[in-house]
């Protein structure tokens, strides 16, 4: 069994990106510019936004932090979603979800600027993507493509498991899964809540994708001998070990299912340091206009 | 094993557009109105628009046939695509596929306004149908979820392998039948030309959807006894039987599947006649402005 060690890459990648950018501004070009919009205090949403803008200054990147309290309206954060469309020095720019309930999350991200969606969650994007024309693949599918290929995982003609199907995981994963070329052509199988046979299935499982944010949910009995298991879940459980009174659990009972694997991601440090590192991925190519002109 | 009749639904559902347009046009409203652009003289395109302009007659819509020469330069048909974008009295158009080779499809497909966008082709319509939002879903997957509706043929937890990885029928239907809701809920294995084991993955199939322009690919050692099979192929082949020269051929060996089938469409009259009904249908759509303001 070798561990997929996602800190190890996006390191490696925050690296080669870092050395990117310091050559473009060597050069005379522009610094590549990410700014991050919040709204309220949700706890996890305000560690991943430090999270982002961090990573930014590892790699170089301008960034801009704007913070608002959850009393912001729905007029008022599409009014700022504008001001960031127009402004030229923002090459890319996302807005944290969750929003709060009086804002409608679809209409704010159609408004952003599908040039500047380095999130990947504007329908053009999303669009692009499934048909295979260039686009700001999201983050979290696009860093386990990146873990796989990274790890010369063969794919061509393998049976791919997807449990879940969320528009942010599941379905765009199963689409890249399934795309000509490598890392894809593989036969995929989306499960989900009304599957009916998923042991049965998830046994024939080369590869198995787990999106569903259920902890331990992938048991032992699920998974055939020698498969490449990747583990999206990282739901927050109650822990007398840490500081701060939780730990990430994965959707994979690692101790029944490592011993299994010829590949597998653990959680933390797998598929999640790898999400950040697509978003300034995305925002290099927003950068350097590759993706749109 | 019962035939799914695709002529008789679609005749069914051209005449519940018909009444509809009816009362639309007797209240005083607008007659929907569908433009075709055409480029060059391909056999089977010219008749496809032929029966597609028919159509429209038969169901009281006014049409619109714009037929270029293949010498037309991309500008010049772009220039065709933004007068029909601005013209308010189209509520929907096409452009009929494939064009001459000296014409980026893609690009002429993009600069359609999506809200005339009929064919479902445009990335935005792609990425709404992909996201679960309102859209227009391109015409083939429509009919095939209309035929499933009208059949009142069960899905949810059900085993759906889609034979094909095609962007205008593969990866939309695989899109479709995992939704939330009926027809949807299924569980959906895509095979394509890398699969391995595709005849064990068929025999493990409650649905069938066939969409790999193969003639008789799908054999009844491949099918289970029970299964729903849903044969999207329609290859011409060369026919001694018919005026025309040719007959079309779907992707499964009807006289061996069929036997084994709880349902499956023919080829000719199953899969085929819906395609233009559902490009009806979101003309309607268009014209009653339902999806997009």
Do not use: W
């Amino acid at each position: 069994m070798q561990l997929i060690d996602g800190k190890a890459i996006a390191d490696q990648v925050k690296q080669e990106i870092a050395a990117e950018v310091a050559e473009i501004v060597a050069k005379g070009g522009k610094q590549p510019h990410l700014a991050v919009i919040i709204v309220g205090h949700d706890g996890g949403s305000e560690t991943y936004v430090a999270s982002k803008v961090k990573s930014c200054q590892q790699v170089g990147f301008k960034s801009t932090h704007l913070a608002f309290e959850d009393t912001i309206t729905e007029v008022e954060l599409l009014a700022e979603v504008e001001k960031l469309n127009n402004n030229p020095d923002v090459d890319g720019f996302i807005v944290q979800l969750p929003l709060p309930k009086h804002i409608n999350e679809e209409k704010v991200i159609e408004a952003i600027d599908y040039r500047k969606d380095v999130d990947g969650f504007h329908p053009i994007n999303v669009g692009r993507t499934s048909i295979g024309l260039p686009s700001f693949v999201s983050a979290t599918p696009a860093g386990i493509m990146e873990l796989i290929k990274r790890y010369k995982i063969e794919t061509s003609g393998k049976h791919c498991v997807v449990i879940g199907r969320s528009n942010i995981v599941g379905k765009p994963i199963s689409g890249l899964m399934i795309q000509k070329g490598y890392p894809g052509d593989a036969t995929v199988t989306v499960c989900h809540s009304r599957t009916k046979n998923l042991q049965e299935i998830c046994l024939q499982a080369d590869i198995i994708i787990a999106a569903i944010g259920v902890p331990n949910f992938v048991k032992g009995s699920m998974v055939k001998d020698g498969a490449v298991v990747i583990d999206v879940g990282t739901t927050r459980v109650p822990s007398t070990e840490t500081k701060s009174g939780f730990r990430l659990c994965g959707d994979v009972d690692f101790k029944e299912v490592s011993p299994k694997c010829s590949y597998i991601t653990p959680v933390p440090g797998g598929v999640g340091p790898m999400t950040i590192v697509s978003l300034l991925k995305n925002t290099l190519l927003a950068g350097k206009k590759e993706i749109f002109k």
